[in-house]
């Protein structure tokens, strides 16, 4: 099946600095990757998410760049504000066919930003 | 648009009782519903995938008989946690999918606590 990692761990930046998050996948099969947020108790709520016919998306400050040969894709946010703080998770899926596009999560990244 | 509750939002049970955790798509038919559980500080794990009017795919390692699934129509899908132990108290995040396709849409989770 599908494995997903998600580096790093924890992440502290300053407020207005950038953050970036990776993660590979083992599936050469999977097509979504989407970016998660999550805060305490709550659900996750996608962020931006990037299908496999795609190299780069781009939402105001936060942008998904994948690298298919690699089996990567990063999260990029830039000008990052205190209220980003949270936990990130990355996923994959194979849209489509016999497995209705199960998500595997990576292990969350948390991220702190400092004011 | 694509709303999806669930309810309880949080319980908390005696040892060995079961719970059903209910889970709807609000505005949506959702072909594929989704369960994932969630301990303090991890990922999201995947344990069943269940598509309207057929038996639940769980993954490797989930107790079928414990974790009861059921999609009886394509806006309801529930879970029941049978004798429930202290570890199976956990957070409980259904997801819903309008088809074998990308975004899922998430629940915003029950709070199990077995006592």
């Known amino acids: 099946g599908e494995n997903v990692e998600q580096h790093p761990s924890t992440l502290s930046v300053q407020e207005g600095d950038s953050a970036v998050i990776k993660c590979t996948y083992s599936?050469?099969?999977?097509?979504?990757f989407p970016w998660y947020k999550q805060e305490l108790g709550k659900r996750p709520q996608l962020i931006i998410d990037?299908?496999?016919?795609?190299g780069e998306k781009k939402d105001q400050r936060i942008a998904v760049t994948l690298n298919k040969t690699a089996k990567h894709f990063s999260l990029h946010i830039t000008e990052t504000q205190p209220e980003d703080s949270a936990v990130y998770f990355c996923?994959?899926?194979?849209?489509?066919?016999?497995?209705?596009?199960?998500?595997?999560f990576g292990q969350g990244t948390i991220l702190t930003v400092h004011p | 648009g694509a709303v999806v509750s669930q309810h309880p939002s949080w319980v908390i049970c005696k040892s060995g009782t079961s719970v059903k955790i209910e889970c709807r798509s609000l505005d949506f038919q959702a072909t594929t519903m989704f369960w994932y559980r969630q301990f303090p500080k991890q990922s999201l794990m995947l344990m069943a995938t269940?598509?309207?009017?057929?038996?639940?795919?769980?993954e490797q390692g989930v107790e079928k008989d414990k974790f009861l699934i059921n999609h009886a129509s394509l806006t309801l899908s529930t879970l029941t946690v049978t004798s429930a132990h202290p570890e199976d108290s956990s957070f409980y995040i259904c997801?819903?999918?309008?088809?074998?396709?990308?975004?899922?849409?998430f629940g915003p989770g029950t709070r199990l606590t077995v006592t």
């Open positions: 599936d050469s099969a999977s097509n979504y």
């Open positions: 990037i299908r496999s016919n795609v």
């Open positions: 996923a994959a899926s194979r849209a489509g066919g016999t497995s209705y596009g199960k998500l595997t």
């Open positions: 997801s819903a999918s309008p088809g074998a396709g990308y975004e899922q849409y």
């Open positions: 269940s598509n309207e009017g057929s038996k639940a795919t769980y």
